[in-house]
């Protein structure tokens, strides 16, 4: 292989190169347009998903004030039940 051989690949190479980081350039500014818009569209939003998740929070803890109740409430009535049916009270 003679030297203008080499040079002639060892150019060819390097234009090469030349197109691939155009190319990742491009990607990236599409890439970089792409971010911009999903981060104005989040700012938009935001507020709207911050606001569900206190929703979905305060669900749950009224939920669980629910449920206790219910069994408080439950045992309470079962009490009750029972006390009929087995104490007897005579005035």
């Given amino acids: 292989m003679s030297d203008n051989d080499a040079f002639s690949i060892l150019l060819n190479r390097m234009n090469h190169q030349d197109r691939m980081l155009e190319e990742i350039r491009i990607h990236q500014s599409e890439l970089k347009e792409k971010l911009d818009t999903h981060i104005q569209l989040e700012e938009g939003v935001k507020p709207s998903i911050d606001e569900l998740i206190a929703v979905l929070q305060g669900s749950k803890m009224i939920g669980r004030l629910v ?25």
Avoid: T
């Fill in 67 to 91: 449920i206790w109740a219910c069994s408080f409430v439950g045992a309470v009535w079962a009490a009750i039940a029972w006390a009929r049916n087995h104490i007897d009270v005579k005035l």
